[in-house]
């Protein structure tokens, strides 16, 4: 109103809480700080009027190691190391003494290896690339006073017949909630963290406000054509379709999709309706609430229902009691406190839901390791990870439709689950872990084909340091039958991963 006062706060968290703006990763002449005023039908935004604000990194507090999950015997493997500040943005500079080790499942040792070239980014070095034996490797990084972040297993073989990609879905830009610019925050997947896919998925509404607008749109569909890189980088189209029935990600195999915001679109079926088949995913996430709404399990349609995000910035939804579990920012947690809309009560339907995570992230800064909205957590924040034959967009959008990607909590765990016999009578799976860290548990969850959660843990197995061989079969006589099985896996340092479930279908 006139007279009133209206005081925006940039920065870090205060005392009283105030000031929860990011800064930016580069500085743009014309900065404008949006504010929402509630006492309208619809957000306003306010430009900002003062002086330009200059806004610099700070200095390293932790380093970043990405690079490929596997290599070919006899090529080379590069790898890149990102200095990044305490909230896991890019540093002023890369800082000196850096160095990086790879010790071999055997114990041997290749190293210590210097970070080389400059990467695309000052806080971005990479390594001289290094042919590593076959086997399994760690790659593993430190510095002076700097947290050394998780180690990178790889993979060394001859051939294999699919590749192990690494990306976030789910991540949001100053198009909806967030902040930074959307490419700002693409460069900052490819060329810091060294992911291999992302998806910039702006929310339609939030709170009842209307965010991205056909002008964004459009800005996005640009985006995915200008970024996509096959063999490098692949960049899917998405949105996140917001709705008090629980949020869904909206994904397309192509560059070109329809955009069906809420509330012109208020229920999930008059979106699959309007979306192409075979061409489109809904993907629900953080399905058992928090400070979000639940997901209603209810509707559902297999043909644009496929994965699952169990994990992301709010939290662990995979069961009704568990690790990690999502809350309010206010609400006290308990141990034996029963969520609904989690991924369990999910299967319970009799649906094959399968299994992705990601950040939620709200700076403009997918793939980002540190907590910036759970800080009680103690874990990380989200990653996916995809089977692909080669890495562009339509491959990544395949293996989320055929179930062949899993989740873990933000470490680049790497899980191998599949099938070893078609016949019921002889079904089972076989697989190996590979943890960033000591693996503390390693269990086999079974799907039965009647029964609530929590599901039953029908197999253990004892890890072996960072290594762990899954390998089971199926009981003939089982009470309830066992219609499908998922890897979960939780590491010493409390971070975990979970296989996509693998269904049996008798």
Not at 5 to 31: F, S
Not at 139 to 153: H, K, N, Q, R, Y
Not at 210 to 236: H, I, N, T
Not at 295 to 300: A, K, L, Q
């Amino acid at each position: 109103y006139s007279g009133e006062v209206l005081e925006v706060v940039y920065g870090e968290p205060g005392p009283n809480g105030a000031g929860r703006a990011r800064a930016q990763l580069v500085p743009v002449k014309e900065l404008r700080f949006r504010a929402h005023l509630r006492r309208g039908p619809a957000a306003s935004e306010i430009p900002w009027r003062g002086e330009p604000l200059e806004v610099l990194r700070t200095a390293a507090q932790r380093l970043y190691l990405s690079g490929p999950s596997q290599v070919r015997a006899g090529e080379a493997a590069a790898f890149r190391v990102a200095a990044l500040d305490s909230l896991g943005f890019p540093a002023a500079s890369f800082p000196e003494g850096v160095s990086l080790e790879a010790v071999h499942e055997s114990g041997r040792r290749v190293g210590p290896l210097a970070p080389g070239a400059p990467g695309a980014d000052p806080a971005v070095a990479l390594a001289e690339p290094v042919e590593l034996s076959e086997g399994v490797w760690w790659i593993s990084v430190e510095g002076p006073g700097l947290d050394p972040g998780w180690d990178l297993p790889v993979v060394v073989a001859t051939e294999w017949d699919r590749a192990l990609v690494w990306g976030d879905l789910h991540w949001h830009t100053r198009d909806s909630d967030g902040s930074r610019s959307p490419l700002e925050g693409y460069l900052y997947a490819r060329d810091i963290v060294g992911l291999d896919f992302a998806s910039k998925t702006d929310h339609d509404m939030h709170y009842l406000f209307p965010c991205m607008d056909d002008e964004a749109w459009e800005r996005s569909v640009r985006l995915v054509r200008e970024l996509e890189e096959p063999g490098r980088f692949a960049v899917l189209l998405g949105w996140e379709w917001t709705s008090n029935t629980g949020h869904q990600n909206v994904y397309f195999d192509d560059a070109v999709g329809p955009y069906l915001p809420e509330p012109e679109y208020s229920k999930p079926q008059e979106v699959w309706a309007a979306l192409p088949r075979r061409r489109a995913l809904t993907i629900p996430h953080h399905p058992a609430g928090g400070n979000v709404p639940r997901m209603d399990w209810r509707s559902h349609d297999p043909e644009f229902q496929r994965p699952v995000e169990i994990f992301s910035t709010h939290g662990n939804a995979e069961t009704p009691l568990g690790p990690l579990a999502p809350k309010a920012p206010r609400e006290i947690a308990r141990p034996d406190q029963t969520r609904k809309g989690s991924f369990q009560e999910a299967l319970a339907w009799g649906r094959e839901y399968t299994i992705l995570t990601a950040t939620d992230n709200h700076t403009g800064t997918p793939g980002n390791p540190v907590r910036l909205f759970r800080t009680d957590l103690g874990a990380g924040t989200g990653l996916g990870a995809a089977w692909v034959k080669r890495l562009d967009r339509e491959n990544v959008f395949q293996a989320m439709a055929n179930g062949a990607t899993y989740g873990t909590t933000g470490p680049r765990i790497r899980i191998e689950l599949s099938q070893t016999s078609s016949a019921p009578a002889g079904a089972g799976v076989a697989g190996r872990v590979v943890g960033c860290a000591a693996l503390a548990s390693c269990e086999l969850i079974g799907i039965p084909e009647e029964g609530q959660p929590p599901f039953p843990v029908v197999a253990t197995f004892d890890p072996h340091d960072r290594l762990a061989e899954v390998r089971w079969s199926r009981p003939t006589t089982q009470d309830p039958p066992i219609r499908g099985v998922y890897v979960r896996v939780i590491q010493i340092d409390g971070e975990m991963g979970w296989s996509s479930p693998v269904f049996f279908g008798d």
